[in-house]
């Protein structure tokens, strides 16, 4: 069973990624350097420094953008990596940036952008060495070097060590709250790929549904003012499926039906003309689908959270 259900939401993640990649701009060379903080990532080789539009930083759920490698897309890219043969020299409290660290940063950064650091010293190191460089270090900083580790082999392909289970700590902590809403008390050495693929498939659900809500609260509204339903109290998915009802009766299922009275459903029935130059019926029939899809989509990410980490609280 649980094979089965890990295949089925590795398939849904196709649809998932469909939906979120029209919403990206993909072309880094089009990007504002007003919009764009740099990021000095240390790997186990050296160091890395990437592009970050720093919008994306004030996000709720940030870790989501390096859930996946295509989820990054115009949001992070790599400008340069280098291998340090004495990492530990590269930035010191006595001797401050290397020259090796500095030629590095000064060919990447752009006078006035900020350098987000993965340690509160690299911060006021490079401060005091590099004057010109304002550094970021806080906790949605540390949410983003989490998810460059994550990723650390697809966007750094050059760096061919592995990182320590130490290196991977401390997990995002905006995973583990989000996990711990749907009932996962999380254990950093339980999260692996297919915990956080799992975990986005569940934020795109939710995030789907809820761009439709507006559009759903409009309509019931007109359930209300045409049909004389009071929508009271319906949840967007019971919306829907009074459209459904209305515009495609014969494929609505019974147990879709049941959640309405019989006095709702005969009147949704016959008042559905009156909706022609109101609801298209195009547009209600797609949002249902998309509630549907997504609605499952919920249940198997939750059924594979549930098989992988084994426990809720």
């Known amino acids: 069973m649980g094979r089965r259900l890990l295949l089925q939401w590795r398939g849904l993640a196709l649809v998932c990624k469909r939906k979120r990649r029209r919403t990206r701009s993909r072309d880094p060379s ?56 004495d990492k530990s020299s590269a930035i010191d409290n006595c ?56 990723l650390m082999h697809s966007l750094v392909p050059q760096e061919k060590l592995k990182l320590t289970k130490e290196d991977r700590l401390p997990m995002s902590q905006g995973l583990k ?39 759903l609260r409009w309509a019931a509204g007109k359930l209300k003012e045409v049909s004389g339903i009071n929508p009271e109290g319906w949840s967007a998915m019971k919306t829907a499926t009074a459209l459904r009802i209305m515009f495609d009766p014969a494929e609505t299922t019974n147990e879709e039906m049941e959640i309405f009275t019989e006095e709702e459903v ?32 919920k249940k198997d990410a939750l059924g594979a959270l549930g098989f992988l980490l084994g426990s809720s609280v």
């Open 30 to 85: 089009l990007a504002n350097y007003g919009d764009i903080i740099l990021v000095l990532f240390e790997t186990p080789s050296g160091f890395a420094i990437f592009c970050f539009k720093e919008g994306y930083l004030k996000e709720p759920n940030t870790w989501q953008i390096f859930g996946e490698h295509f989820r990054t897309k115009g949001i992070v890219w790599l400008k340069e990596f280098q291998i340090f043969k």
């Open 95 to 150: 001797t401050g940036v290397s020259r090796e660290l500095t030629e590095m940063i000064s060919r990447c950064h752009h006078p006035c952008q900020k350098l987000a650091v993965g340690k509160p010293e690299y911060k006021t190191i490079i401060e005091t060495s590099l004057p010109g460089v304002p550094c970021l270090f806080d906790e949605t900083v540390m949410e983003v070097m989490w998810g460059l580790k994550h």
């Open 177 to 215: 709250m989000f996990l711990y809403h749907y009932g996962f008390d999380v254990k950093p050495e339980l999260v692996n790929e297919q915990v956080v693929i799992a975990a986005c498939l569940l934020l795109d659900a939710g995030l789907l549904v809820e761009s439709h809500s507006e559009q």
């Open 266 to 297: 005969s009147t949704l029935e016959m008042t559905c003309h009156k909706y022609e130059d109101i609801i298209y019926k195009d547009f209600g029939l797609k949002i249902h689908s998309e509630l549907v899809e997504m609605r499952e989509v």
